[in-house]
């Protein structure tokens, strides 16, 4: 099966810089790639997903990118602020199974 | 629009006692039904999953079992709890066919005293 390896799992960054947190996947059929955010206690919500038809996405501050050939993707925060505080999991698919990273908590600094 | 019901919202069972998970979906016919488990400061764990009426996929061997009896309601279950079965569980669904988001029910925080 599918296996997701994601880093760091902790960040810290003075709000109003960038946050980057990246994964790397093992199933070279997986074509799906979406991010969620956890916030304490809740469930997890989708805030960007790609596939693998695109390299870059874009929404607002949050962009995703993905290298196929290597098999990695990344998660980008620019200008960063004291809401996008919380657990970030990265995640993918070959199929309708999603398979998880363990997922990096970001602290935004005031 | 399509919502997701899970419930209760919070359990508290002893070890040796039955379990019973509801997760109901409204606004979409035929979707892909999911049960996660996360472990306290973990990540999420497929459990189950289910891509029509009778039809349940296991991931991981453990003594939790699930049904889904109706298109739109997945249940998970247990005879005796065991207390490695802690954790906050998550049902979630997606439209039927591949490469769809999964949305989540707002959780079940289960501990097994």
């Known amino acids: 099966g599918e296996n997701v390896e994601q880093h760091p799992s902790t960040l810290s960054v003075q709000e109003g810089d960038s946050a980057v947190i990246k994964c790397t996947y093992s199933?070279?059929?997986?074509?799906?790639f979406p991010w969620y955010k956890q916030e304490l206690g809740k469930r997890p919500q989708l805030i960007i997903d790609i596939r693998s038809n695109v390299g870059e996405k874009k929404d607002q501050r949050i962009a995703v990118t993905l290298n196929k050939t290597a098999k990695h993707f990344s998660l980008h925060i620019t200008e960063t602020q004291p809401e996008d505080s919380a657990v970030y999991f990265c995640?993918?698919?070959?199929?309708?199974?999603?398979?998880f990273g363990a997922g990096t908590t970001v602290t935004v600094r005031a | 629009s399509q919502t997701i019901h899970q419930w209760p919202a919070t359990l508290v069972q002893p070890v040796g006692s039955p379990l019973s998970l509801e997760c109901t979906v409204e606004?979409?016919?035929?979707?892909?039904l999911y049960w996660y488990r996360q472990a306290a400061g973990r990540g999420l764990q497929l459990l189950f999953y289910s891509v029509g009426i009778g039809q349940i996929s296991s991931e991981v061997p453990q003594n939790l079992s699930a049904s889904r009896p109706q298109d739109r309601q997945f249940i998970l279950s247990s005879k005796k709890l065991l207390l490695s079965d802690s954790g906050f569980y998550l049902c979630a669904w997606s439209l039927g066919g591949s490469n769809s988001p999964l949305h989540f029910g707002n959780g079940t925080r289960l501990t097994v005293t």
């Open positions: 995640a993918a698919s070959p199929d309708y199974k999603l398979s």
């Open positions: 199933d070279s059929a997986s074509n799906y």
């Open positions: 606004g979409t016919s035929n979707p892909n």
